[in-house]
């Protein structure tokens, strides 16, 4: 496999072997932090981003490699009306592997299939973000030590949240998966994901609107941000933006051992008064996905 651009590009024994690779990078820095030497990575980033853009700078860092690359459309050649295809085919020329994040759906795959190097989607619009994915895998496999049999509820956008997509695909090839499907009428996730994963797959999952009340049958809750620069009106983000605010309160019938993730960045979907509940996991996803992109690196340049 040369780039990641789908999650499910990836078989479940290699994302196995990624997830172990990780764990042993936890374990021993110090064996890895070489293995890039005299390597590029470029992240091209026409949307905005912090953990992903810098989580994957780190990681090369990290292998002893060297980064390159823009933080925004503005501020590279697309500004002048590049094509992707072609400022992907310039790239190929500097570095040895491209990460790239773009609004527009499908714009990495076009990006992969002109470039003469690994291309890593790093999130196209409102579609996947399979890196995300593989360090919510990461985070699940650490904090519950199982990738099977368990309820898992995603609440909020689950409409433009590209990394509810991208999970659920995941997830979709693990033993005894329930999902709960949390969200407003307006945020409900699209009929695609429901038809060529859920129902494709024979994955039990219901739909509600009420946090609450599905509370005591979770194992990890997945809380997302209401993704407001997909929306077309600002009245119809604003009447949504604040559906669901995760409080104490609320999680009052939770499992004990229940996992709270978000992907980050949080608006107003988490109080903070649960960061330090032992339960929040969002802070150990973001450790975790330095970890598991410097192991993704590693897999797409073939480096022992
Ligand atoms: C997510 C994304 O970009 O889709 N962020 C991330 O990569 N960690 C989630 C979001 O922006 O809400």
Do not use: W
Not at 18 to 35: G, H
Not at 98 to 113: N, W
Not at 165 to 172: E, K, N, R
Not at 223 to 242: G, N, P
């Amino acid at each position: 496999m040369k780039n990641l651009i789908d999650i499910l590009d990836l078989s479940t024994e290699e994302i196995d072997q990624l997830i172990q690779t990780a764990n042993d990078i936890i374990e021993n820095p110090e064996k890895y932090s070489e293995k890039c030497r005299g390597k590029k990575l470029a992240t091209l980033f026409f949307e905005p981003s912090t953990r992903t853009r810098l989580s994957f700078e780190a990681a090369m860092y990290e292998l002893g490699g060297n980064v390159l690359g823009f933080s925004e459309a503005q501020s590279s050649s697309a500004a002048k009306g590049e094509s992707v295809a072609d400022t992907a085919k310039t790239i190929s020329c500097y570095a040895d592997i491209i990460a790239m994040r773009h609004p527009k759906e499908g714009a990495p795959l076009v990006a992969s299939q002109k470039a003469t190097v690994p291309v890593i989607n790093a999130g196209d619009g409102g579609h996947n973000h399979p890196t995300q994915t593989l360090t919510d895998l990461l985070t699940i496999q650490r904090e519950m030590h199982r990738l099977g049999n368990f309820t898992i509820g995603f609440c909020g956008d689950l409409k433009f949240g590209r990394t509810v997509h991208s999970l659920i695909a995941a997830l979709s090839r693990y033993e005894n998966i329930k999902v709960v499907l949390i969200s407003p009428e307006e945020l409900k996730l699209p009929s695609y994901v429901k038809k060529d994963i859920l129902l494709k797959k024979g994955i039990e999952y219901r739909q509600t609107t009420d946090l609450e009340s599905v509370m005591p049958q979770l194992d990890v809750l997945y809380m997302t941000r209401v993704q407001r620069e997909r929306f077309f009106s600002e009245e119809e983000y604003l009447r949504l933006k604040d559906s669901y605010i995760l409080t104490p309160e609320k999680l009052k019938n939770a499992k004990k051992e229940l996992a709270i993730m978000h992907p980050l960045p949080r608006v107003n979907e988490i109080s903070v008064a649960i960061d330090d509940d032992p339960r929040a996991c969002y802070f150990k996803q973001v450790l975790n996905g330095k970890y598991i992109r410097m192991a993704l690196i590693l897999k797409l340049l073939e480096v022992e």
